[in-house]
């Protein structure tokens, strides 16, 4: 074979690899998504850049109930916050949370908050942090929600340390799973017979969030249907025994001791013994529960029985429920697939929780920004917008609140704006300690002023 032959003959078979290439599917290493190949981009119009925009719903008009009728009431949003909408009937969903938060003081219980989200807010980011505003300005202390033995628990959580033993994880994200032991947290764990687990929230880590370092009351939650002994330790202190009773429903060990770390031993676990994870809180104040699941897009948590959710709000009943998926859904060229496939599923998602959290408030968070590198350097991806203005329509047509995450945080260009000042990982996607910090005090003034204008509205109802 000549020179020119085996030249050309090679050049055509490295075209045809680079042309097979580009239809792999989408590649992901370490959390970051790889480029997808493609030698004829020059030649061919991004088609996630020429889908149409979504229009979002307009803004519902509030009313006031006083004793001369209806009147329209005009909120205030300071310059700079972002408001939260509110697209129930009668424009009362959020009034379930603010109205717990007038009564923070006299309540018998703390108010309570559970966010879900994805990887977003893994190992407490923005969560962390939101939770200190809260107590800060209305009290409580503890870091609420641990999962039994999270891996992440072990190191990469500042706000948690945990040493275990004996303790299996299963999550909805890996397999095996099975949907009917789920726990609210998209997980379920088995133990051994004298499994032990150690868990302390006195990080030296944890500066920014002094409240987070104690906790006032400790509740495990499990299920033992064939009943169980468990035995519970704060601070080092007398073990206590719990001789729970043979049942299929989600029971819970509550202990009414402060400290800051407490260590749970499974002495007799008894068969299908199932635990999910404690609660580290205070009696009273405001309690944020960090629920993540990397990998996730929302839709499992539909799998979750409605009777298992029930469980869980008869003992720990929340006040505010927080959606906010869509990092694994806004990537390039999944525009079309985001509104006829991905938007209906979270649809059924969010109206499903919003039925099986039905004591709770239910506010849609948005996707927050994400970005990647393109022929105009590094931007926000395309599919940002469309998913933002789907999970707006999501929650006006299932009447729950709603908040524009990704407009809160800053916008267009915000994650490549912290990852310049090293606050962002450089997948343009996740935030570091510092980034969630800043973050969430840029989404709390929302919370906050929402809260103000319920006060204003309630005295305006009342005079």
Not at 326 to 346: D, R
Not at 430 to 445: I, M, Q, R, T
């Given at each position: 074979?000549?020179?020119?032959?085996?030249?050309?003959?090679?050049?055509?078979?490295?075209?045809l690899?680079?042309?097979?290439?580009?239809?792999?599917?989408?590649?992901?290493?370490?959390?970051?998504?790889?480029?997808r190949?493609?030698?004829?981009?020059d030649?061919?119009?991004?088609?996630?850049?020429?889908?149409?925009?979504?229009?979002?719903?307009?803004?519902?008009?509030?009313?006031?109930?006083?004793?001369?009728?209806?009147?329209?009431?005009?909120?205030?949003?300071?310059e700079?916050?972002?408001?939260?909408?509110?697209?129930s009937?009668?424009?009362?969903?959020?009034?379930?949370?603010?109205?717990?938060?007038?009564?923070?003081?006299?309540?018998?219980?703390?108010?309570?908050?559970?966010?879900?989200s994805?990887?977003?807010?893994?190992?407490?980011?923005?969560?962390?942090?939101?939770?200190?505003?809260?107590?800060?300005?209305?009290?409580?202390?503890?870091?609420?929600?641990?999962?039994?033995?999270?891996?992440?628990?072990?190191?990469?959580?500042?706000?948690?340390?945990?040493?275990?033993?004996?303790?299996?994880?299963?999550?909805?994200?890996?397999?095996?799973?099975?949907?009917?032991?789920?726990?609210?947290n998209?997980?379920?764990?088995t133990?051994?017979?004298?499994?032990?687990?150690?868990?302390?929230?006195?990080?030296v880590?944890?500066?920014?969030?002094p409240?987070?370092?104690?906790?006032?009351?400790?509740?495990?939650?499990?299920?033992?249907?064939?009943?169980?002994?468990?035995?519970a330790?704060?601070?080092?202190?007398?073990?206590?025994?719990?001789?729970?009773?043979?049942?299929p429903e989600?029971?819970?060990?509550?202990?009414?001791?402060?400290?800051n770390?407490?260590?749970?031993?499974?002495?007799?676990?008894?068969?299908?013994?199932?635990?999910?994870?404690?609660?580290?809180?205070?009696?009273?104040?405001?309690?944020?529960?960090?629920?993540?699941?990397?990998?996730?897009?929302?839709?499992?948590?539909?799998?979750?029985p409605?009777?298992?959710i029930?469980?869980f709000?008869?003992?720990?009943?929340y006040?505010?429920?927080?959606?906010?998926?869509?990092?694994?859904?806004?990537?390039?060229?999944?525009?079309?697939?985001?509104?006829?496939?991905?938007?209906?599923?979270?649809?059924?998602?969010?109206?499903?929780?919003?039925?099986?959290?039905?004591?709770?408030?239910?506010?849609?968070?948005?996707?927050?920004?994400?970005?990647?590198?393109?022929?105009?350097?590094?931007?926000?991806?395309p599919?940002v917008?469309d998913?933002?203005?789907?999970?707006?329509?999501?929650?006006?047509?299932?009447?729950?609140?709603?908040?524009?995450?990704?407009?809160?945080?800053?916008?267009?260009?915000?994650?490549?704006?912290?990852?310049?000042?090293?606050?962002?990982?450089?997948?343009?996607?996740?935030?570091?300690?510092?980034?969630?910090?800043?973050?969430?005090?840029?989404?709390?003034?929302?919370?906050?002023a929402?809260?103000?204008?319920?006060?204003?509205?309630?005295?305006?109802?009342?005079n």
């Amino acid at each position: 074979m000549k020179d020119t032959e085996r030249t050309f003959f090679f050049s055509a078979l490295v075209v045809l690899l680079l042309l097979g290439l580009h239809f792999l599917p989408d590649i992901t290493i370490d959390g970051t998504e790889l480029r997808r190949v493609s030698i004829l981009s020059d030649l061919f119009p991004d088609s996630s850049r020429t889908a149409q925009p979504v229009i979002p719903p307009s803004e519902p008009v509030t009313m006031a109930q006083t004793r001369h009728g209806k009147i329209k009431f005009k909120e205030e949003w300071p310059e700079g916050t972002e408001p939260i909408i509110d697209y129930s009937a009668d424009g009362t969903n959020m009034d379930i949370f603010y109205e717990a938060l007038s009564k923070v003081k006299t309540m018998d219980r703390p108010v309570r908050i559970a966010w879900f989200s994805d990887s977003f807010i893994e190992d407490d980011i923005v969560t962390a942090d939101i939770r200190e505003f809260f107590q800060k300005d209305f009290g409580g202390c503890g870091v609420g929600w641990v999962d039994l033995a999270n891996p992440a628990n072990k190191g990469s959580r500042r706000t948690v340390t945990q040493q275990t033993a004996g303790a299996t994880e299963y999550t909805v994200a890996g397999k095996p799973f099975d949907n009917n032991r789920t726990g609210i947290n998209e997980r379920y764990y088995t133990v051994a017979a004298g499994a032990r687990v150690t868990t302390s929230v006195s990080s030296v880590f944890n500066r920014r969030q002094p409240h987070s370092k104690h906790f006032e009351v400790t509740r495990l939650f499990f299920r033992a249907p064939s009943g169980a002994v468990i035995t519970a330790s704060v601070n080092g202190g007398k073990a206590v025994a719990c001789n729970a009773a043979p049942s299929p429903e989600v029971q819970m060990m509550a202990m009414n001791t402060a400290g800051n770390t407490i260590t749970y031993t499974f002495q007799k676990p008894g068969r299908g013994f199932t635990p999910f994870g404690m609660a580290l809180e205070s009696r009273r104040g405001v309690i944020v529960d960090c629920m993540s699941m990397r990998g996730s897009n929302g839709l499992p948590m539909r799998r979750i029985p409605q009777q298992t959710i029930a469980g869980f709000t008869r003992l720990r009943p929340y006040d505010l429920v927080i959606f906010q998926f869509g990092l694994n859904t806004a990537t390039t060229g999944n525009s079309k697939w985001i509104k006829t496939m991905y938007i209906p599923g979270i649809k059924k998602t969010v109206s499903y929780l919003h039925k099986a959290f039905a004591g709770s408030a239910f506010l849609v968070m948005s996707v927050s920004d994400r970005a990647q590198r393109s022929a105009d350097g590094i931007t926000t991806i395309p599919e940002v917008y469309d998913l933002v203005a789907c999970q707006q329509q999501v929650a006006a047509d299932c009447h729950v609140a709603w908040l524009n995450f990704f407009k809160a945080m800053g916008g267009t260009g915000s994650i490549t704006g912290l990852v310049d000042r090293r606050m962002a990982n450089k997948d343009y996607t996740h935030l570091s300690y510092g980034g969630g910090h800043w973050v969430a005090a840029k989404v709390y003034p929302s919370f906050k002023a929402g809260y103000r204008n319920y006060l204003r509205r309630k005295k305006l109802e009342e005079n």
